[in-house]
């Protein structure tokens, strides 16, 4: 099996930076590094994707372009990080981390971010 651990939401001002992290651990996940990313579901809102680190590079919607980097543990392959600077409030969501195993889809909790002053 696979599980997926989220951290490092919270509270920011605009403008603000925070950093999630994302850990995928299970008996599932050995001799695998999985594709992995974030994806973000505002209230009354659909969920969409943030960004994601497959084989083949990286990718992030246009809305957090330059303002968020993604990348993977070096030496633990199979935890992501998510680097958000610039906050908006409209940036405000439940953060989820995904995770893509031979076995299937799998995600995290999910971490909620709230931009306000």
């Known amino acids: 099996q696979v599980q997926l651990v989220e951290s490092g939401g919270g509270l920011v001002q605009p403008g603000g930076s925070l950093r999630l992290s994302c850990t995928a651990s299970?008996?599932?996940?050995?001799?695998?590094?999985?594709?992995m990313g974030w994806y973000r579901q505002a209230p009354g809102k659909q969920r969409e994707l943030v960004a994601h680190?497959?084989?083949?590079?990286?990718?992030y919607a246009e809305s957090v372009k330059g303002r968020f980097t993604i990348s993977r543990d070096k030496a633990k392959k199979r935890t992501v990080y998510l680097e958000m600077g610039s906050l908006k409030p409209e940036d405000t969501a439940v953060y989820s981390c995904?995770?893509?195993?031979?076995?299937?889809?799998?995600w995290g909790k999910g971490t909620l971010v709230t931009v306000s002053s």
């Open positions: 299970g008996i599932g996940t050995l001799f695998t590094i999985p594709d």
């Open positions: 995904n995770a893509q195993f031979m076995s299937g889809s799998y």
């Open positions: 680190i497959i084989s083949g590079g990286i990718t």
